[in-house]
């Protein structure tokens, strides 16, 4: 499965839900602590990050890049990461240990 890219924007139901999953982790992370923390943290504001969980906006690919980035991932990882089903606080672990 591959996610749906059009015109720099990825438009795919399960990319956003596995999005949230990983944003409502990372919050519930003691590096991060709050979704406003997320948002400064990553340059994101935190409605855009709150419209990508709920699938009330496609999120860009240089912003998902960005996010990517903030969070210590590259943007390869970040999709495998969508496109799969590891747990996210897994995944969050697994990279604090790399």
């Known amino acids: ?43 994101i ?6 419209n990508w969980c709920e699938g009330k906006a496609d999120p860009r690919l240089q912003k998902l890049m960005q996010f990517a980035y903030a969070i210590g991932w590259s943007m390869t990882e970040l999709m495998q990461y969508a496109e799969g089903d590891e747990d996210p606080y897994e995944a969050i672990a697994r990279k604090k240990k790399a």
Request: charged share 30%.
């Open 45 to 50: 504001a935190f409605n855009t990050l709150a």
């Open 1 to 43: 499965m591959s996610a749906k890219v059009e015109e720099n924007v990825v438009a795919d139901s399960r990319v956003h839900k596995r999005l949230g999953q990983l944003i409502t982790a990372l919050v519930e992370d003691e590096r991060v602590g709050s979704s406003r923390e997320l948002g400064r943290l990553t340059g």
